[in-house]
């Protein structure tokens, strides 16, 4: 990477850096004008609206708080994007990015919820969230193990599972292989972790047939 690029890089690294910390800094006083307006300074002219605090709050976490889940992702990205090819960076942050909206919903509901049944109502949607995500997510840990170590790339010519052919794709899920039938094999990433992959010799190609001599 020339110096010209890495420096592009940086300064995208230092944008969403300080993106976050103004996400970070306008949740943070915005939560606390809206607990000062509800709490004291409301009530001082006979405007009592407290019971309607945690709607507002909710909407206020709902939106920020999926800001800053965002530019968090945005800042992994350009961090490894200093030292990782682009789809290994995108790959982490669309990881980083389910996790902190998982996060984020377990959250809002236990504020719904509120006391001990928004923590079981959170507990709950967190499990929830965890079993249904298990396989995609270690499929996609796999994935990034794949992209970051590169056993094999595009246009290799590999046998996997028993499948022999071209790589013609390497994602964070799912890895195409093209078969010499012309026929198209996608493969699981947490399969290939676990298996020999082998990487073989092209083919020659095929020679044409000799010219038939002229009468």
């Given at each position: ?8 890089e940086?300064?995208?690294y ?7 910390i103004?996400y970070?800094a ?7 004008v ?23 709050n909710?909407?206020?976490t ?9 530019a968090?992702a945005d800042?992994?990205?350009e961090f490894?994007?200093?030292k ?5 960076a995108r790959?982490?942050?669309n990881i980083?990015?389910?996790?902190g909206?998982?996060?984020?919903i377990?959250?809002i509901a ?20 965890g ?13 990034l ?6 056993p094999?790339?595009i246009n ?18 799912f ?7 012309g026929?198209k ?11 020999k ?7 020659a190609p095929?020679s044409?047939?000799p ?5």
């Amino acid at each position: 990477m020339s110096n010209q690029s890495t420096n592009a890089e940086k300064s995208k690294y230092l944008d969403a850096l300080i993106k976050l910390i103004i996400y970070i800094a306008f949740f943070i006083i915005i939560s606390a004008v809206l607990q000062y307006l509800f709490d004291s300074f409301l009530p001082r002219y006979g405007i009592v609206l407290t019971r309607y605090y945690i709607y507002v709050n909710i909407s206020l976490t709902l939106l920020l708080g999926y800001l800053v889940v965002r530019a968090f992702a945005d800042v992994i990205q350009e961090f490894l994007r200093l030292k990782y090819p682009m789809d290994v960076a995108r790959a982490f942050r669309n990881i980083f990015l389910l996790i902190g909206v998982g996060a984020l919903i377990t959250t809002i509901a236990g504020e719904v919820g509120g006391g001990l049944a928004g923590v079981s109502v959170g507990g709950f949607l967190g499990i929830v969230i965890g079993f249904s995500m298990q396989q995609p997510l270690g499929q996609a840990i796999s994935g990034l193990f794949i992209l970051i170590s590169r056993p094999f790339k595009i246009n290799d010519y590999v046998t996997i599972l028993g499948d022999t052919g071209l790589v013609i794709e390497v994602g964070i899920l799912f890895t195409e292989v093209k078969k010499d039938d012309g026929s198209k094999v996608v493969i699981p990433s947490n399969l290939i972790i676990n298996n020999k992959v082998y990487i073989l010799q092209k083919p020659a190609p095929a020679s044409s047939a000799p010219a038939a001599p002229k009468q």
